[in-house]
């Protein structure tokens, strides 16, 4: 019995080193600053991500709510952009940011367009806000409990500061 403990705990051991390890998290290097003329030569987002930018602003005014992904109980940034797709462009997005960051393809700040999710670690943690990039170097998001949905510009200190990457799911 004792033998047949020890070679199971022995496989269980080896088991665990063969597993390849997980990558660590490597910050998106950012634009030293984002500015007006970051924007200056935008191309045109296709028809779905004008559709999705549209309707995110139709739900400008709308309450924050943690977890809240309706405008009749109001949105957490992520409840607002898993509701602006599956609504404008039929795409079903799950989680929080950080999962969310995980689909589509990474685009460079200077490639934006409308539509795309612009992402920003506002909480000392990667990936932990998004948004949908409006254009013109804006975007639309749900910011917190002391706010509403609104449109912010990339450009503002803070969110320049805080912007970790774009990724397009529709272009």
Request: glycine share 10%; charged share 20%; with cysteine.
């Amino acid at each position: 019995m004792k033998s047949s403990l020890a070679a199971f705990l022995f496989l269980l051991v080896l088991a665990g080193c063969g597993t390849t390890p997980h990558a660590p998290y490597a910050p998106h290097a950012a634009p030293a600053r984002i500015t007006a003329d970051t924007f200056r030569n935008e191309q045109d987002a296709s028809p779905a991500a004008r559709e999705v930018a549209f309707y995110a602003l139709m739900l400008l005014q709308t309450g924050y709510e943690f977890g809240g992904k309706n405008p009749e109980s109001g949105f957490d940034c992520s409840g607002l952009v898993s509701y602006t797709f599956r609504e404008a462009a039929g795409i079903s997005l799950e989680g929080n940011a950080a999962s969310m960051a995980r689909e589509g393809r990474e685009v460079a700040v200077t490639d934006l367009r409308s539509g795309d999710l612009v992402f920003f670690n506002t909480l000392g943690r990667p990936f932990s806000h998004v948004g949908i990039y409006l254009g013109r170097g804006e975007f639309v998001h749900s910011p917190n409990s002391r706010g509403r949905v609104r449109v912010e510009k990339l450009t503002n200190r803070y969110w320049s500061r805080h912007f970790e990457m774009a990724r397009t799911l529709l272009n």
